[in-house]
């Protein structure tokens, strides 16, 4: 029965499902299931109806459905929860509507309290058991308990969350600075009391609400203790600062230290403060746009010895590309603190400036996650770059800075180093973990890709860290390891998300190519039958992005190298059936026609190998286009051409792209290509072109340190046919006696030297 209630559920039938429970219920009073389904599907029933409805459904049926499990079963986890879940929920929500209206009251507080204080007694379930004694409470206006209930809570996270700094602290947090809210709210003990603990506690307190770091500013300065007021702005401005009553508040303060500085206040880290507002929020504070760079010289003149100074005036001029004026400044900067923004705003000063790229990187004092983000945009002042050896250079500097918050984040979380940061969190961490494992990578290090990348996935749980760990073992060809990698990879992003589905098919090329190599019988079948689905895929999808087409490429690219050996070993006719059933059915596939193009290469077809080539320039999409198969291709068409006596087309292709091959084509090919322009120039009988490149070819050889060879003597017998014709008869039968000095020498040389005679007195006449 309850499987098919549960199918109405799903479905969205909820008064069926409402009904048939209600009806199965009277003879099955005591199911635990069907009182759970009962419960939710009340209260979703009312769900869109308004949260006034939900508390309605919430009080006379999900309370009452809950009760009745726990009636039967007092230690139902599940009943627990949500009995407190969601009365106090739907209470929370209702208050911030300026709906104040209770589920729990002073009449029925014990029983609820009772069933946190269950929660508490299950050791899977405790951390639930304090969050909601702390909401009870906080619901009741109780503030003794609430008090202890929240010492209690940061007492039992201290001690759960041990080993875990980030739980630890975000947990703690939670509850520490409901404690902070209390005692201020309620002044349950004095302002210096209040400022002392806060001074005392906030290096574990993380947020992510940046509202929570200016209150306790506030509550500070209310206090008179400005010291603590600016630590708090500090960690302010690491937040998101995305919302404009945040934005406001910073600027409020920014006022509100310059009247303290007036005052006498003198700690030198409120300049840093001052000078990052001016410059982020100059509109807001309205001064001009360049005012922080005055305020930060005049930093520098009052207080030289202070790093914000140098700092805000360096950034200026490196905002600007003044790059001769940032240097100095940013390297006074990074001497006074070995900053990450500001090292790296003067590395790439330098190197805008002076070529200058860094061989080693200072110990930088930053927070990970800081040192992290200067990496990543050191990555895209890299990807600007357009000198390859530089760019080589530099992905080895952007290592190095990988490496470094690397060692930082193992410092904050296994030497409990720094103060505590929101940001500083395991995914954060788990990121660093896959940039650096890329730059690795990147630089040819598979094994420590390989290494780092699965440190990385203990942290978090992210696809590009699989697909850089799956990369970097097929590179290493670890294969056993590359196949866990993949299943584990497809366990967990099996999907149809638009977004990955071009990668996914790429990935799944590599890992029936990986089943291959492991020896599975069915590489072959399965290979097929997936290029078959990339193909047609391709056909019904003519639209899709060169960005997805590569990747797509790329897997047929893996797949047809598998099919390949095994139809080389097939005879000729079959090759040519396989192959012109695959042209015939995706006709804008390349590879069937790059397939086909050699195939009737063998049987010396050339007018189809001209055809098949062409189709494959047409089909192989340019961005995709190797340049040595563009270059074997028009050497096969300017090949085919000249063998059919198409001499004039074959120049026509042969002059086009010459200057091409010539950088696509190691001189063993090049020379080939060489000779039969020289030929298809001799049947054009134009001299000037043929000995031109004809002194190319023979260069080639002499540099190469080639012999004497067939190619050598169709070069040597094209010359001498277009001196002969050009009236060169001397030199046409030097080139004839040059030839058949050699052993086993083409006959056609034996032909020219008897037929080749000088022109007599009245040829010139026309006789």
């Not at 006596?645 to 026509?652: I, L, P, V």
């Not at 292709?653 to 298809?680: C, H, K, T």
């Amino acid at each position: 029965m309850y499987n098919k209630l549960e199918q109405l559920f799903y479905q969205g039938d909820l008064e069926q499902c409402i009904a048939e429970g209600e009806q199965y219920l009277l003879s099955n009073p005591e199911d635990e299931e069907v009182l759970f389904l009962m419960a939710v599907a009340y209260h979703d029933r009312v769900y869109y109806e308004g949260h006034e409805e939900a508390y309605n459904a919430i009080h006379d049926k999900v309370i009452p459905y809950l009760r009745r499990i726990l009636n039967v079963n007092p230690n139902n986890i599940r009943a627990l929860y949500n009995i407190l879940n969601y009365p106090l929920s739907n209470e929370y929500t209702l208050m911030q509507i300026g709906r104040v209206k209770k589920h729990i009251t002073e009449e029925n507080k014990a029983e609820f309290i009772g069933y946190a204080e269950r929660l508490l007694d299950d050791s899977e379930n405790e951390v639930y058991g304090y969050d909601f004694l702390v909401k009870i409470y906080e619901s009741l206006g109780e503030n003794k308990p609430l008090l202890n209930s929240l010492e209690a809570g940061m007492y039992y996270f201290q001690r759960e969350f041990a080993d875990n700094r980030e739980l630890r602290d975000k947990n703690r947090s939670l509850f520490w600075i409901k404690k902070i809210y209390l005692l201020d709210r309620e002044k349950m003990i004095s302002g210096e009391e209040l400022t002392a603990l806060i001074d005392r506690e906030h290096s574990t307190f993380v947020s992510r609400e940046d509202s929570d770091f200016i209150n306790l500013a506030d509550i500070a300065y209310e206090n008179n203790a400005p010291d603590l007021s600016l630590k708090m702005m500090l960690k302010a401005i690491k937040g998101s600062n995305s919302a404009m009553f945040i934005q406001e508040k910073l600027v409020e303060w920014h006022h509100r230290f310059a009247e303290l500085i007036q005052n006498g206040f003198n700690n030198p880290d409120v300049f840093y403060y001052q000078l990052i507002i001016e410059r982020n929020y100059a509109d807001m504070l309205k001064i001009p746009a360049d005012f922080y760079k005055q305020h930060a010289l005049e930093v520098i003149n009052a207080h030289p010895q202070i790093f914000s100074g140098y700092h805000f005036a360096g950034t200026y001029f490196y905002d600007a590309m003044q790059y001769s004026e940032a240097i100095p400044l940013l390297e006074q900067a990074v001497e006074r603190s070995s900053n990450a923004t500001a090292w790296r705003r003067k590395v790439e000063s330098e190197y805008h400036l002076h070529k200058i790229i860094p061989s080693e990187i200072p110990a930088f004092t930053d927070l990970p996650t800081d040192i992290y983000n200067e990496g990543v945009y050191l990555n895209e002042f890299i990807e600007e770059i357009e000198d390859e050896e530089d760019k080589i250079k530099w992905t080895e500097v952007n290592t190095m800075v990988y490496q470094k918050a690397y060692e930082a984040f193992q410092r904050y979380y296994e030497a409990e180093q720094f103060e505590s940061n929101y940001y500083n969190d395991m995914h954060t961490r788990a990121m660093c973990c896959n940039n650096l494992a890329i730059k690795h990578s990147l630089l040819g290090d598979h094994l420590s890709a390989i290494k780092v990348a699965s440190e990385g996935l203990k942290y978090s749980e992210f696809r590009e860290l699989h697909l850089v760990l799956i990369d970097a073992l097929l590179f290493e060809e670890n294969y056993e390891k590359a196949e866990e990698a993949l299943n584990n990879y497809f366990g967990l992003y099996d999907d149809e998300d638009e977004d990955y589905l071009y990668k996914n098919l790429y990935y799944r090329a590599r890992q029936i190519e990986v089943l291959g190599l492991q020896g599975s019988p069915e590489v072959y079948s399965d290979a097929e039958e997936a290029l078959n689905y990339f193909y047609q895929h391709t056909m019904d999808n003519p639209e899709i992005s060169d960005y997805d087409y590569r990747d797509l490429e790329a897997g047929k690219n893996v797949l047809e190298g598998i099919l390949y050996p095994r139809l080389e070993s097939e005879d000729h006719d079959t090759r040519l059936s396989y192959y012109n059933d695959l042209a015939e059915r995706f006709p804008q596939e390349p590879n069937p026609q790059y397939a086909l193009m050699q195939i009737y290469n063998e049987e010396e077809n050339y007018k189809n190998v001209a055809k098949a080539a062409k189709n494959y320039l047409e089909n192989k999409k340019d961005f995709l286009l190797n340049d040595f198969d563009k270059a074997k291709t028009i050497y096969m068409i300017v090949k085919s051409n000249f063998l059919q006596g198409d001499y004039t087309e074959a120049a026509s292709i042969f002059s086009q792209y010459d200057a091409e091959n010539d950088d696509a084509m190691d001189p063993e090919d090049y020379v080939l290509w060489l000779s039969y322009g020289i030929r298809i120039y001799e049947k054009l009988n134009n001299k000037d072109q043929t000995l031109m490149l004809a002194e190319r070819f023979n260069k080639i050889y002499n540099d190469e340190e080639w012999g004497y060879d067939d190619l050598t003597e169709s070069v040597e017998l094209a010359k001498a046919v277009v001196l002969y014709q050009g009236g060169n008869l001397k030199e046409a039968h030097a080139l004839l006696d040059h030839v058949r000095s050699f052993p086993e020498y083409d006959s056609i040389a034996d032909e020219y030297k008897a037929s080749w005679k000088k022109p007599g007195l009245f040829s010139k006449f026309g006789f």
